[in-house]
Each structure stands twice: as C-alpha cells, then as structure tokens.
C-alpha cells in the first residue's frame, strides 16, 4: 500500500543542498528561520511567491516541494470535475454545454471524439 506524501518536502532539499534554515529565510526574504521551520513542519502554507522562490532556490518544481498539498488539490479537483460533469448530464446539448463537458473531460483525462462523446 503507497503511503501518503508529506504536505512538503522543504527539509529534506534544503538539507540536501546544506542550507540551514535561516539561509533559506534569507533567500526567501524572511526575518529568521522560524517561518522555514514552520513550513517545514506543516504549520503554515506559504503563499504563491514564496513557493515559487522555494522552487527557485531548491530546484525542484513545485508540485514534486508539496506533493501532498498537490495531491490533495488534485484530488478536490477531479471531484468537482466529476460533480459539474453530472450536473450537465441530461442538459440540452447546446454548443457551449459541449464546450463545457470536453473541457471537463480533458481535465479528467477523458480523450473525446468531438462528434460521438467519450472514446471507448
């Protein structure tokens, strides 16, 4: 059974490229290392500039740094997408009720062939 991925993986590329956690507030523009060790530990999120600059700094794109909060989105996603995708079922097909439900799918994965619906 995979495990779950932590919220973050900050300590472990921060520790692989021997930065201590005032380095890594500095870089990021903090005062002191208290809000690294925070994220570090899964006390507060950081905002959308600071996880860019944490993709910056430690080289690892952003959803492999938060893979368990990416899941987590992921996840909300795709069940609102299947929500909205039953909401439309039984909608007249209108062209933009159509446009709607290929853009759904394609978030879902679904490849659709735009005159008979869903691939098989």
Do not use: W
Request: with cysteine; charged share 25%; aromatic share 6%.
């Amino acid at each position: 059974m995979p495990s779950q991925p932590l919220p973050n993986y900050l300590r472990s590329h921060r520790k692989r490229l021997g930065l201590s956690q005032d380095d890594l507030a500095y870089l990021l523009g903090c005062k002191s290392g208290t809000k690294v060790s925070r994220y570090e530990r899964f006390r507060r999120q950081p905002n959308l500039a600071t996880v860019f600059a944490c993709e910056i700094i430690l080289r690892v794109p952003a959803r492999q740094l938060f893979a368990g909060v990416h899941l987590s989105a992921h996840r909300d996603v795709l069940r609102r997408v299947e929500y909205l995708l039953g909401q439309l079922t039984g909608r007249a097909e209108t062209p933009r009720v159509r446009q709607r439900i290929v853009a759904l799918n394609a978030i879902l994965g679904v490849v659709t062939d735009r005159d008979n619906g869903p691939a098989q």
